[in-house]
């Protein structure tokens, strides 16, 4: 059956370890295997079905590039994968490799051959065929295919296949994987050039690093099959519609932790000689941030409406508007789903709590709120856009942590503590000893109100 190219996209990514956190909630991302698959979608060049044995031009799905492809039996091979065959100097076949991050270390494996094609004459095939293969990040390797001295001219070769194996470290998301033709003579026919054929790839994640700033996200990309895209308009554009597009979150990439403690409301100081109680109401607020609108931002770029998301800090405005935001509803979704609970975008608290200071001490109040971080793709129902993103809210996983805190006074406030308090002068005899005892008031009459008479 040929399924649909988000079909098979979505279905590879998930057997390269991008499933849903639902499936993977048995195995923590800690505990996971050193190497993952990675997707080489149809690393087998099976697709578009094929008719005949070739070789046949042909634009391969899912790859970059026009090369004559043959077919299993044509190519000398005992299981099902097609081989193609790189054509002259300079041509390339080229793939990016889905869900692989920047900083991962890849190992592709695959097979070569010298060309069957029996248009070769024996002098081009009898040594081996030069062609390199690349990923992003990696160094530029050279290689020769096993050589063929038994071609008979104007024969087709039976096949000489010769298991080969490349590592490099991803120095962007999605590397691209490119094999490129070194046949330069003008004579060799097109046909006859270096032949590949079953791919495959493994990956030793990067290590997750939890120190990255909510605000400082990493940057987004997008990109269309195996082009970059130079902005995130398209792809953001391609989402616009409720079913548009669907989010695939990489649950290895996604965590929960607390954020920085931070104070919030006022320090109460204690300058009194005895224990105090003080009441406050202590109120708070956490909110979404995204690297879609922080790439849109460090680009100097508007964002576009539709891939806005509700983190803009403008709280009314944000829940007025979520419903026209097709993007946060295709996360919000997609997290419901493979979390079992909703995605908060934004969140608060008023609650009341009774301090007891003891002298000299302060009193205060910390948050420590409770977020996630969620990272994935949003990748296009019609066509092969996907677009990277970064997503960090409130948690509804774990509570936030409110400390309540006292402890000694700074030197400023014990110098506060100990200030004298406001007064007014005294012109005359501020400095002057008193006078006489107040003694003997029994003897004074008591100064009566006109009317009012005196007690006897």
């Given amino acids: 059956m040929h399924l649909p190219v988000r079909l098979r996209t ?46 046949t031009t042909v634009n391969l799905d899912f790859w970059t ?28 076949l080229q793939q990016r490799l889905r869900g692989v991050r920047t900083g991962a270390k890849v190992t592709v494996s695959y097979e070569d051959s010298p060309a069957i094609s029996k248009e070769c004459t024996p002098e081009q095939v009898a040594g081996g065929q030069p062609y390199t293969v690349e990923g992003s990040g990696g160094t530029v390797r050279d290689v020769t295919t096993a050589g063929d001295p038994d071609r008979i001219k104007g024969r087709a070769g039976p096949g000489r296949w010769t298991g080969r194996s490349y590592e490099f470290t991803a120095s962007e998301n999605e590397p691209l994987l490119t094999f490129t033709s070194k046949v330069t003579d003008s004579r060799t026919h097109v046909t006859c050039s270096p032949m590949i054929a079953r791919i495959r790839a493994v990956e030793v994640p990067t290590a997750l690093d939890k120190t990255v700033d909510k605000s400082a996200l990493e940057r987004s990309d997008a990109y269309k099959g195996n082009e970059r895209e130079k902005t995130l308009h398209n792809a953001a554009a391609a989402c616009n519609g409720e079913n548009a597009c669907t989010f695939r979150p990489d649950a290895r990439m996604s965590f929960r932790y607390y954020d920085r403690a931070r104070v919030v409301g006022e320090a109460f100081i204690n300058c009194t000689r005895n224990p105090l109680e003080h009441t406050r109401v202590l109120d708070y607020a956490e909110r979404s941030h995204d690297s879609i609108a922080q790439t849109y931002a460090d680009a100097g770029l508007a964002l576009t409406e539709v891939a806005r998301l509700p983190t803009t800090g403008d709280r009314e405005e944000d829940r007025k508007r979520i419903k026209e935001r097709p993007t946060a509803t295709q996360f919000a979704l997609a997290y419901e789903k493979g979390w079992q609970r909703p995605w908060q975008w934004f969140s608060s608290d008023r609650r009341e709590i009774v301090e007891r200071i003891q002298p000299g001490e302060v009193s205060w109040v910390e948050i420590q709120p409770s977020r996630e971080r969620v990272e994935g793709w949003f990748l296009s129902n019609k066509d092969d856009y996907r677009l990277h993103a970064v997503i960090d809210g409130p948690s509804r996983a774990v509570p936030d942590r409110v400390l309540q805190r006292t402890g000694p006074m700074s030197e400023s406030e014990k110098q506060r503590c100990a200030a004298a308090r406001p007064m007014t002068t005294t012109p005359v005899g501020a400095d002057a000893p008193a006078g006489s005892a107040d003694k003997g008031m029994d003897d004074i009459p008591v100064p009566t109100a006109p009317g009012v008479r005196t007690p006897n």
């Fill in 10 to 55: 979505l279905a590879a990514l998930g057997a390269a370890g991008l499933a849903l956190p639902a499936a993977l909630s048995a195995t923590p991302a800690a505990a996971a295997a050193p190497a993952q698959t990675v997707p080489v979608l149809n690393g087998d060049f099976a697709e578009p079905v094929m008719r005949g044995d070739g070789p």
């Fill in 65 to 92: 590039g026009a090369n004559q492809r043959y077919a299993p039996s044509a190519a000398g091979r005992a299981d099902a994968s097609h081989a193609v065959a790189l054509q002259k100097d300079g041509n390339t």
